[in-house]
């Protein structure tokens, strides 16, 4: 084993500072994956290599060497370095190629940052978000979020209170926590009212409240406030009165306005182009496509139209998210139009990563497999798995989703008595 004591005989100035050096360290051997077991072996003890991490002690020539070769970095790869402050680390990070490659740096870096650096915390604890969101972690986005929300309100500043609460409140809503979604949203709303904030930060808050707002089944209030996001928005170019009118369909839909959705939703496919935003225009046909199989009646043709739109952006732009949702809406186009096997297929398809939907996407899967039960004369089993998710749906407050299963349920051929 090398000798882990500090080799006195060699110049100071050879010896890589602490605690750069273990910062280093880390994150070299988190970048790769490695355990602390796993970079040392039988070579070192991992309590030394932790010692070495966290700074209290010193490296030996020898055992740089050794470390460097078990990592795969040239030998002089721990050169004093001037420790980088937490503004720089955000930098590279918020411009490099694979954002995700920061995380460890941007962790260590905000374990180690002082009150003084709250505008580059936050802006750290933003970056942590979307990467979260991006992989749809879920869990670990809702919780850096809640951090970004509690430092907002110590900075003060009422762009970046309203900020993370909607961003919040989205994360929420995704989780299908809708009561906490609607809370967190009527707050940055109530922000947005109260301080001046550029006009796109009060329209998004307004998005994210009515589409909350619509899953509660507080129906006048969305529409009251989809008014208002289109008044916002009339005279603004960009996406956002795009969305506006996506947004604005969606209410008139769940208010049984069909005829006015699918007009809305006619101006909005008409008013983005796929130069504009790809991504948000891939991610209006599918919405469109969903809106279209939620009709009465069904505009089951014009849904297939948007699903053939959307593939080709999928395949060049989609994420695993958006892979999953057209998979979903294909099974329910395949529903209604009476092809079972096809419906049935696609099921299967969602079964390994359907994590990955929305905890309404999850439902609505759930749904149709159900529906695919009682069609081929399964009621017994299919009533009594639609009854326990319309009360997971009540549950979770998404009032319309539940409402929607009751009626699959209402609906049933010959149900069994209660």
Same mark, same amino acid.
């Given at each position: 084993?090398?000798?882990?004591?500090?080799?006195?005989?060699?110049?100071?100035?050879?010896?890589?500072?602490?605690?750069?050096?273990?910062?280093?360290?880390?994150?070299?051997?988190?970048?790769?994956?490695?355990?602390?077991?796993?970079?040392?072996?039988?070579?070192?003890?991992?309590?030394?290599?932790?010692?070495?991490?966290?700074?209290?002690?010193?490296?030996?020539?020898?055992?740089?060497?050794?470390?460097?070769?078990?990592?795969?970095?040239?030998?002089?790869?721990?050169?004093?370095?001037?420790?980088?402050?937490?503004?720089?680390?955000?930098?590279?990070?918020?411009?490099?190629?694979?954002?995700?490659?920061?995380?460890?740096?941007?962790?260590?870096?905000?374990?180690?940052?002082?009150?003084?650096?709250?505008?580059?915390?936050?802006?750290?604890?933003?970056?942590?978000?979307?990467?979260?969101?991006?992989?749809?972690?879920?869990?670990?986005?809702?919780?850096?979020?809640?951090?970004?929300?509690?430092?907002?309100?110590?900075? =003060?500043?009422?762009?970046?209170?309203?900020?993370?609460?909607?961003?919040?409140?989205?994360?929420?809503?995704?989780? =299908?926590?809708?009561?906490?979604?609607?809370?967190?949203?009527?707050?940055?709303?109530?922000?947005?009212?109260?301080?001046?904030?550029?006009?796109?930060?009060?329209?998004?808050?307004?998005?994210?409240?009515?589409?909350?707002?619509?899953?509660?089944?507080?129906?006048?209030?969305?529409?009251?406030?989809?008014?208002?996001?289109?008044?916002?928005?009339?005279?603004?170019?960009?996406?956002?009165?795009?969305?506006?009118?996506?947004?604005?369909?969606?209410?008139?839909?769940?208010?049984?306005?069909?005829?006015?959705?699918?007009?809305?939703?006619?101006?909005?496919?008409?008013?983005?182009?796929?130069?504009?935003?790809?991504?948000?225009?891939?991610?209006?046909?599918?919405?469109?496509?969903?809106?279209?199989?939620?009709?009465?009646?069904?505009?089951?043709?014009?849904?297939?139209?948007?699903?053939?739109?959307?593939?080709?952006?999928?395949?060049?732009? =989609?994420?695993?998210?958006?892979?999953?949702?057209?998979?979903?809406?294909?099974?329910?186009?395949?529903?209604?139009?009476?092809?079972?096997?096809?419906?049935?297929?696609?099921?299967?398809?969602?079964?390994?990563?359907?994590?990955?939907?929305?905890?309404?996407?999850?439902?609505?899967?759930?749904?149709?497999?159900?529906?695919?039960?009682?069609?081929?004369?399964?009621?017994?089993?299919?009533?009594?798995?639609?009854?326990?998710?319309?009360?997971?749906?009540?549950?979770?407050?998404?009032?319309?989703?539940?409402?929607?299963?009751?009626?699959?349920?209402?609906?049933?051929?010959?149900?069994?008595?209660?």
């Amino acid at each position: 084993m090398p000798d882990q004591r500090p080799d006195h005989g060699r110049a100071e100035s050879a010896v890589p500072d602490q605690p750069a050096f273990g910062r280093q360290l880390r994150a070299l051997r988190q970048q790769r994956g490695l355990s602390q077991a796993e970079l040392v072996g039988t070579a070192l003890s991992t309590a030394y290599l932790s010692r070495l991490e966290s700074g209290q002690r010193p490296p030996t020539a020898k055992v740089l060497k050794l470390l460097a070769e078990r990592l795969g970095v040239p030998a002089d790869a721990f050169a004093v370095a001037p420790p980088q402050g937490l503004g720089e680390i955000v930098a590279k990070a918020a411009s490099a190629p694979r954002p995700d490659d920061a995380v460890p740096a941007l962790r260590q870096a905000l374990a180690e940052a002082t009150a003084a650096d709250a505008g580059s915390r936050w802006h750290a604890l933003w970056l942590l978000a979307e990467i979260h969101t991006r992989r749809l972690e879920r869990a670990e986005a809702l919780a850096v979020l809640h951090r970004l929300v509690t430092l907002g309100d110590d900075i =003060g500043d009422p762009e970046l209170r309203v900020r993370a609460r909607n961003r919040l409140a989205l994360c929420h809503r995704s989780l =299908g926590e809708i009561p906490a979604a609607y809370a967190v949203a009527q707050q940055a709303l109530a922000l947005a009212d109260e301080q001046p904030v550029p006009a796109d930060d009060a329209a998004r808050t307004l998005l994210t409240l009515i589409s909350v707002e619509a899953e509660l089944g507080r129906l006048p209030d969305a529409r009251a406030h989809a008014d208002d996001l289109r008044a916002l928005t009339a005279d603004r170019t960009g996406t956002l009165p795009v969305e506006a009118l996506w947004t604005a369909a969606t209410v008139r839909i769940r208010q049984g306005d069909d005829a006015a959705a699918l007009e809305l939703l006619h101006q909005a496919l008409h008013r983005l182009d796929s130069h504009d935003d790809l991504v948000l225009w891939l991610r209006l046909r599918l919405a469109a496509a969903s809106l279209c199989l939620q009709m009465t009646p069904r505009q089951v043709e014009e849904a297939a139209a948007r699903l053939d739109e959307a593939h080709p952006a999928v395949a060049l732009v =989609g994420t695993p998210l958006h892979n999953q949702e057209f998979l979903l809406l294909s099974a329910q186009l395949a529903y209604q139009r009476g092809r079972d096997e096809a419906a049935e297929a696609a099921c299967a398809g969602l079964a390994p990563t359907e994590h990955l939907l929305t905890f309404r996407d999850r439902v609505r899967l759930h749904l149709l497999r159900n529906q695919l039960l009682l069609r081929r004369g399964e009621s017994a089993t299919a009533l009594a798995n639609l009854r326990d998710l319309a009360r997971q749906a009540h549950e979770a407050a998404n009032i319309d989703l539940a409402a929607e299963i009751w009626r699959t349920i209402a609906e049933a051929p010959h149900q069994p008595a209660s």
